[in-house]
């Protein structure tokens, strides 16, 4: 056997014994039990991989190569080439020498076989005899009748590219070495070389079986589905076999492949997607799951139609697309169906494509708890809803009424206020939830805004104070300050933009898509109540107030509440509204949407319907400055505030303005609820904690007790 050498390349991959045997074996020829060398060349085709950037080194070039495969003897004289003792001794001892080396040296051969056509001769003997390799563990893997595409990838660098194509692959797959080279091979599972990611029908759990062989460094054996550079769908058989070095760690990856076509129309509606052959074919639609590292694509026409699409189109396209409780139905189709809403990521998707990326972002500590599929189903049906009470340690001194107070993230502040003798309050409080032992502790801030209340407190973009509004030592106010919470040094800045709103208090305010802060009514200094609606986006580089114009203006009102659902949908419920001559409390729905072209204020016409647990079909009574919470799907919880007669104000309504027919729904919730609830004053807390701060005795708030009503199960709940 006879060695060339190979200039310019950077390690040695087969200069020992280890790897020799390795290849060896992923050659293993039936029914031979002595194993010679097989001249291994690459011709022209190596000489692009040899000058690609992308490309490392190999271990099989030019007329021979120390690329040792196992070959039939020749029945030709002549052809079997041996070495006399001399030449071994030779062998072995540049065989040291490679393996002490960092590049690939070889002799060169000591018989010069210069005429072109026995080069081409022995390539073509190279493609008959890998053809006819089998998979010795499995029996029989490749057709020898169908010629063998071979492809090399490089396992040191990242996305292992490819090195070395043959040419039975280009001819197969359409792609020259030079379109290839340095590419992963992903390429084959997209139906045309500018397509974003691969075809629909390629399947999942076979690219994940590769990926999981890769990375482990086990071989893998399966079929999968490509693409020529044309678009015809081809099926690749394909064997994925690591080469190790000296040190036992993978150098390159060798895939030997055999391609045949696939019978799939591919423009037909109801196309079959491929699936594996399954041993009990009386409940095809329950055993969907692949053996490990196998798919054969064979289309089962008595299987629904919707079945015979991969998981991963069923997850992406079509669960994915549909409500909590609408997977919860179709989890009992089948048990594919089930199995696939069982994923974790699948249960994410379809709570972020069903309330929206902001709130499903606010849920995620609550996950690792829970689970997506519990937190949805518990968010859902309500059914671990309940009251709980809390004491928590500090002061927030002087003491206060009228004061507003929003979540940040686990944190709840706490601004301004009503204190002795009606004069307004300027200072910032900060209850961190998160501690072992919350206390209320006043933050040192900059450029604190006037003192107020009366006022509104918003969070914008996860960490942003907004204060708008209220009645100061002047009169009432229209100016909009800004705070960081999460600065080094927290800073209150003002923001001019443009014509701002007339000043007011007591209106009500509320965010859209986390950035654009909405203000609607409220009370003028003369005593007018107020129907505008104005818009301030405050992500843009200059913030300008902008009025909302509607055809239909709702009655002037304050102390209403403003909730957000279906991204830039609004709920207005309640408040002391105009009535002719008379202000009154109002139990009156009003809904906008903010895309449409020329948005305007409906009344929800809204009937009762009793519910599980329900006590009465009464729609809330009419109420002002009551609490008002946004939930999954669009739904609204309505508790609290100011109500006339003998009302609890801890009795809870839930409405989905988007139903067809909105109903109320009564909910009892067990547990201690507060006496008093009022909107300025109670706080969400990442999507599941709806916290009402304290209660109080005459004029007197104690604050150091919170009222938590719990939407979901939470692990530190008392019992």
């Known amino acids: ?95 040291e020498l490679q393996s002490s080396g960092k590049r690939l040296k070889c002799a060169k051969s000591f018989k010069e076989k210069g005429k072109e056509e026995e080069e081409e001769e022995e390539e073509e003997e190279l493609e008959r005899e890998v053809s006819l390799m089998e998979d010795t563990r499995g029996g029989l893997f490749f057709c020898p009748t169908n010629p063998t595409s071979f492809v090399v990838s490089d396992a040191l660098e990242l996305d292992f590219p490819i090195i070395y194509v043959n040419k039975v692959f280009q ?63 081809l099926v690749n058989r394909l064997r994925l076999v690591p080469i190790h070095d000296d040190d036992g760690a993978i150098t390159h990856i060798i895939a030997i492949q055999v391609f045949s076509e696939a019978k799939i129309d591919l423009n037909h509606v109801s196309y079959p997607v491929f699936k594996e052959t399954c041993n009990q074919l009386s409940d095809q639609s329950a055993n969907y799951s692949l053996p490990r590292g196998q798919s054969t694509f064979t289309g089962h026409p008595e299987i629904c139609g919707i079945l015979q699409l991969s998981d991963e189109v069923l997850a992406h396209n079509i669960l994915s697309r549909l409500t909590p409780r609408d997977v919860a139905s179709i989890a009992s189709v089948c048990r594919r169906i089930r199995q696939l809403t069982k994923n974790e990521h699948v249960r994410k998707m379809v709570c972020q494509n069903a309330w929206g990326r902001e709130f499903t972002g606010a849920l995620e500590l609550m996950t690792k708890k829970l689970g997506w599929g519990r937190l949805a189903r518990e968010l859902t049906t309500l059914e671990a809803v ?11 001194e002087p003491s206060r009424c009228n004061f507003s107070a929003c979540a940040v993230g686990n944190r709840l502040v706490l601004f301004g206020g009503e204190g002795v003798n009606m004069q307004p309050m300027d200072d910032t409080f900060v209850l961190n939830l998160d501690a072992a032992n919350p206390e209320w502790q006043r933050i040192s801030v900059k450029s604190s805004p006037p003192g107020r209340w009366g006022h509104t407190l918003s969070c914008l973009n996860g960490s942003w104070l907004v204060v708008f509004g209220g009645c100061g030592r002047q009169g009432l106010l229209n100016d909009v300050f800004v705070l960081d919470l999460d600065a080094k040094q927290p800073t209150w800045k003002e ?126 009574p009419p109420r002002l400055d009551h609490v008002a919470v946004s939930m999954p799907c669009g739904r609204i919880l309505i508790f609290g505030g100011s109500i006339a007669g003998l009302h609890s104000p801890s009795q809870l309504f839930l409405l989905d303005p988007a139903e067809e027919k909105p109903s109320w729904r009564i909910l009892n919730v067990p547990g201690q609820p507060p006496k008093f609830a009022w909107g300025h004053s109670t706080c969400v807390v990442g999507g599941t904690r709806v916290l009402v701060l304290g209660g109080h005795t005459g004029e007197e708030w104690i604050l150091n007790e919170l009222h938590e009503l719990c939407l979901a199960s939470r692990q530190d709940s008392e019992p």
């Not at 086990?218 to 769908?233: A, I, M, S, W, Y």
């Open 171 to 233: 001819n197969f797959t359409g792609y020259q070495a030079h379109e290839v080279l340095g590419h992963n091979c992903r390429f084959l599972q997209y139906r045309d070389p500018h397509a974003q990611r691969r075809h629909p029908l390629v399947d999942p759990d076979v690219v994940s079986e590769i990926r999981r062989c890769l990375e482990e460094g086990v071989e893998f054996q399966g079929e999968l589905l490509n693409f020529r550079k044309d678009g015809t769908p």
């Open 386 to 396: 309940r009251w709980r009470k809390l004491t928590v340690g500090g002061a927030v």
């Open 1 to 95: 056997m006879a060695f060339w050498e190979m200039k310019g390349t950077k390690r040695a991959i087969v200069s020992s014994e280890v790897a020799r045997t390795q290849i060896s074996r992923v050659a293993e020829v039936q029914n031979r039990s002595t194993v010679t060398p097989l001249n291994f060349r690459f011709n022209s085709d190596f000489s692009t991989s040899a000058s690609n950037p992308h490309s490392k080194s190999l271990f099989f070039f030019s007329d021979t190569s120390s690329f040792v495969f196992p070959r039939t003897q020749r029945e030709s004289e002549g052809e079997t080439e041996t070495m006399s003792k001399p030449q071994e001794e030779k062998y072995e001892e540049e065989e």
């Open 495 to 620: 923001v001019s933009g443009g014509t701002p709103p007339l000043p007011r208090s007591w209106h009500s305010s509320c965010t859209i898509e986390g950035s654009k802060l909405v203000v609607s009514g409220g009370c003028t200094d003369a005593g007018v109540l107020l129907s505008d609606t104005y818009m301030l986006d405050l992500t843009t580089d200059k913030p300008m107030w902008r009025e909302i114009p509607t055809s239909c203006a709702t009655p002037s009102r304050l102390g209403h509440s403003l909730s957000v659902y279906d991204r830039t949908k609004i709920l207005m419920f309640g408040g002391l509204a105009s009535s002719g001559h008379l202000r009154l409390r109002s139990g009156e729905a009003y809904t906008i949407d903010l895309e449409d072209e020329e948005p305007q204020w409906r009344q929800l016409e809204c009937s009762a319907l009793t519910g599980i647990g329900s006590q009465s079909s009464d729609v809330p």
